[in-house]
């Protein structure tokens, strides 16, 4: 991942900043500038909570470049408590397996890296929803 | 807007052509069809074709290189691209030019060159045609992402697994009969039981294989194709794309192939036609949970119910509705930015009573639809017998 | 003037971004900005098809499938979409595919977008990308670059023409002196015969003001037919008078005639006659300057010089605003900026904003018909448009 790109991704990577449509109130993630649900300008910022569910889940064994040392790793999409869906790796799943509905919360963590000399790439990640005792 | 008429088309086989480049592959599928049709010279040249351009060591401009090395100097060529589903695009844009009069003649190439690239990027030239900042970067593969898909499908409507296997038990069955199909051997339950998982819960045999491949289409005015024996002509009947989010995240029912049904109701109504006068749809079947998907968007089967007409032969040759007559792209194969060209060179063969051991009895009209992404490019023709 | 048919299509608005390193947007941020100008120039009128024009998305930024990308991202979610490629050719490429459509009936209202983003990655990753529209077999695996093509075409256009080394410094001036007051510009500063005849080498004899800076941008033009164009404000119609795309081989040492840009003169010819002009009829020229060299070929092989006499233009100041044959109005590649798949559609804008009279300080006094053309690779493959306005 290029360095000024990851640099412009980086609130929605660290943070998971999107947007909220002053118009219909509809929430935005990722960022998109129009609001896919009416259709008008949508710039306002907004933080999520970092909560959600586990929509779907998927473990990749034939990893893409730049993340084969990785493999095997789960991958989800992530509907968040506030609508949009995204997709994440899981991660911290120790023995627990995971199911469809499943609560989690985001935590930040490293996705990849450039190669030995490149950047070390984070970003979101979803873990299970550590519960009050 | 004129009557369009297939005037010829050329098929290579689907495989690891170690000795062809992605040039020399073009050139001689183009070749192919320009015999069939009879002609010598086009007017246009379109290549379609998605993973020539994704590595600094690639080849862009590959429509003048292409048209160049059939020896059609100073025609108009270019490339048209829509991730795997450049194929139906590529057509769709020749089509508009020839029935709007712009040209008389177009030339389309499909062509892929897969198998001399190392596995991880391949798979990463594949996800391209994913959102690269959104869902890519956070390492899915291609196929990871249509097992989201699947293992919510198989979720909401409590379909087992098995009930996937009829897709790919049929089409190997129909590959077996195609000698240019990837894989021409047959498969059993056993076998679809036991195949390794490459995603869970996608399988080996519920994704389709990678290779090399080219396949052509001459198209024409109706008017002036010349009788070719007793050839029956094909003409194009439906044409029709609509798009999507490019990730699943963002489809507002990821279960709905939105462009699908958007593209299909186009097309049919373009053709004045419906579900029930299609004899055979070659479809998308990338993934056995797109066949699923694709019926369902089409108007075949009710959502969710997509695997029912597998499960009960309603795909197989002597079906309601046959899928995959050739092999589809699981056993045929999915080179993938020619596959939209295959799919429709294999319905025109079909309606031209050229499909060989793969004919069909009743093949009057027939459907084609080629998906881009997951489901964000979604290009759909209809072919009739005139 | 011409007879008007229904059919004909005119551009109901454009778009720019400024040509630049612009770290704060993506590739699909800076397509939404000049898709949203060129929707709000035509009056905030909706398309029904995208036509995306660019070369180098998957290879720089892991991007395929930019029609339904930049659908989905600029709020046109399900309209069909797909992305049209001939390297630096993609452009006009792409403006044809609209033009196509409008006219055929089928889509009413068409946007075409052109966008590459190159500021992600820096130096040998970039040069193989553009290298890329040269014959991968037989040029680029030996080393040949972009760059080192031009300067192989330059040397032998200078030796076959008995022309001095600074025979093409003119182009370079002129571009840069219309860019001075190019608002969407990359490069706005003039430069002097001294600057050129110092200038750093590259590709010899390329000096480095011989060669167009590749930067981030993005312009869109929406299409219609005459019935949907609404008086835009009061200012001139302008219609596509001619379109066409020809192709000859791709590598240099296959062409049979290395500085005949044959793909040029054949579109440039197939446009002339679907427009019923001639050479002598274009108003200001919107000619595709990679490199110097590329404006003296295609100059001649357009029909505004004669062979071995394209770079005299230059010298003679036939190609500033003033001139029999205005070029490079806005700053062409040099200074405007080279935007790979996306030049050929601002040149495309450019020639629009000329033919309304919105040029500003650069306007061509009196400009009723304009052409503009793209290459991709070393003339491969050529796409050229004209454009003529309606008299008021």
């Known amino acids: 991942m290029e360095v000024s790109r990851h640099w412009r991704l980086k609130q929605q990577r660290y943070a998971l900043v999107g947007e909220v449509c002053p118009s219909c109130q509809h929430k935005i993630f990722p960022p998109r500038d129009i609001c896919p649900d009416c259709g008008q300008e949508a710039r306002t910022t907004y933080q999520f909570s970092g909560h959600g569910e586990v929509y779907s889940f998927t473990t990749v064994r034939n990893a893409p470049t730049g993340f084969e040392e990785n493999a095997p790793y789960t991958v989800a999409l992530i509907k968040l408590d506030e609508g949009p869906m995204l997709t994440a790796q899981l991660t911290d799943l120790g023995e627990k397996p995971v199911e469809i509905g499943m609560p989690v919360e985001m935590v930040t963590r490293r996705l990849r890296s450039d190669g030995e000399r490149g950047m070390l790439i984070y970003g979101y990640k979803f873990r299970p929803a550590l519960k009050a005792a | ?386 | 003037m011409a007879t008007l048919a229904p059919t004909d299509v005119f551009i109901a608005g454009v778009g720019l971004t400024p040509v630049g390193e612009h770290w704060n947007s993506s590739l699909r941020d800076l397509a939404l900005e000049a898709i949203q100008a060129a929707r709000a120039d035509a009056g905030g009128i909706r398309p029904q098809a995208l036509y995306a024009a660019n070369m180098l998305a998957p290879a720089l930024s892991g991007q395929t499938h930019l029609g339904a990308l930049l659908a989905d991202f600029a709020g046109l979610r399900g309209i069909e979409a797909s992305s049209f490629e001939a390297a630096g050719a993609s452009g006009g490429v792409a403006l044809r595919q609209a033009y196509i459509a409008v006219r055929s009936g089928l889509i009413d209202v068409a946007l075409v977008v052109g966008v590459e983003k190159v500021t992600d990655r820096v130096g040998p990753s970039v040069d193989a990308a553009t290298a890329m529209a040269a014959d991968a077999d037989h040029e680029a695996v030996q080393g040949l670059t972009f760059a080192a093509q031009a300067g192989l075409l330059m040397r032998r256009y200078l030796h076959e023409v008995g022309a001095p080394d600074d025979a093409l410094a003119g182009f370079s001036l002129t571009a840069h002196a219309n860019a001075v007051h190019s608002a969407h510009a990359f490069l706005r500063k003039a430069i002097s015969l001294e600057d050129y005849r110092s200038a750093p080498r590259e590709s010899d004899p390329l000096n480095i003001y011989d060669v167009a800076p590749l930067a981030d941008g993005a312009a869109a033009l929406v299409l219609v037919r005459r019935e949907a164009l609404t008086g835009s404000g009061g200012r001139p119609s302008v219609r596509v008078a001619g379109s066409a795309v020809a192709i000859t081989a791709l590598a240099l040492h296959d062409q049979p005639d290395v500085l005949g840009l044959d793909a040029a003169e054949r579109s440039a010819r197939a446009a002339y006659e679907q427009a019923g002009f001639g050479p002598e009829d274009i108003d200001v020229y919107e000619l595709h300057d990679a490199f110097t060299i590329y404006a003296a070929l295609a100059l001649e092989a357009s029909g505004f010089a004669p062979r071995g006499a394209g770079w005299k233009l230059a010298v003679e100041g036939e190609i500033g605003r003033q001139g029999r044959i205005p070029a490079m109005t806005f700053g062409g590649s040099k200074a405007r900026g080279e935007v790979g798949g996306a030049t050929g559609l601002y040149q495309a804008a450019e020639v629009v904003l000329q033919l309304q009279g919105r040029a500003g300080a650069n306007q061509v006094p009196e400009a009723r018909v304009g052409m503009a053309q793209c290459l991709g690779g070393a003339g491969a493959t050529a796409a050229t448009h004209i454009f003529a306005s309606l008299e008021r």
């Open chain 2, 1 to 386: 807007m004129r009557d369009v008429a297939i005037y010829g088309t050329g098929m290579l086989r689907v495989s690891e052509h170690w000795d062809l480049s992605v040039v020399d592959l073009a050139g001689r599928a183009a070749l192919e069809a320009l015999h069939d049709s009879g002609l010598d010279r086009v007017d246009a040249l379109l290549v379609t074709n998605m993973l020539s351009a994704c590595q600094t060591t690639g080849q862009l401009n590959l429509g003048a290189r292409v048209a160049d090395w059939v020896g059609l100097r100073g025609v108009e060529a270019y490339k048209v691209e829509a991730a795997c589903g450049s194929g139906g695009a590529g057509f769709r844009s020749a089509w508009i030019a020839v029935a709007s009069g712009a040209i008389d003649l177009a030339l389309i190439v499909g062509v892929e060159k897969m198998t001399e690239t190392p596995g991880p990027e391949i798979t990463a030239g594949l996800a391209t045609a994913a959102d690269a900042d959104f869902e890519v970067p956070m390492g899915p593969s291609f196929v990871a992402l249509n097992a989201l898909i699947m293992r919510r499908y198989q979720h909401e409507y409590g379909w087992p697994h098995e009930a996937f296997a009829p897709f790919s038990i049929n089409a190997h069955a129909n590959g077996a009969r195609n000698p240019l199909a990837r894989l021409q051997e047959a498969v059993t339950v056993d076998d679809y039981r036991n195949a390794r998982m490459v995603s869970d819960p996608i399988n080996l045999l519920d994704a389709s294989p990678i290779g090399d491949g080219a396949a052509a289409i001459v198209i024409g005015p109706a008017e002036r194709l010349a009788p070719w024996g007793q050839r029956p002509r094909v003409l194009v009947a439906g044409s029709a794309a609509a798009t999507d989010s490019l990730a699943i995240h963002d489809r507002r029912v990821p279960l709905h192939l939105a462009a699908a049904e958007q593209s299909a109701a186009s097309a049919y109504a373009m053709a004045g036609l419906g579900p029930k006068e299609i004899d055979l749809f070659e479809l998308h079947d990338a993934f056995s949970i797109m066949s699923a998907l694709s019926l369902e968007a089409c108007g075949f089967a009710e959502p969710g119910q997509g695997p029912r007409l597998a499960v009960d032969g309603s795909i197989l040759p002597g079906g309601r509705i046959p899928i995959a007559t050739f092999g589809g792209l699981k056993a045929r194969g999915h080179p993938v930015g020619a596959t939209g060209v295959y799919q429709l060179a294999e319905v025109a063969r079909q309606l031209q009573g050229e499909a060989g051991d793969c004919q069909l009895d009743r093949a009057r009209v027939g459907m084609a639809q080629n998906i881009g992404g997951s489901g964000a490019t979604i290009v759909t023709h209809i072919l009739r017998q005139a």
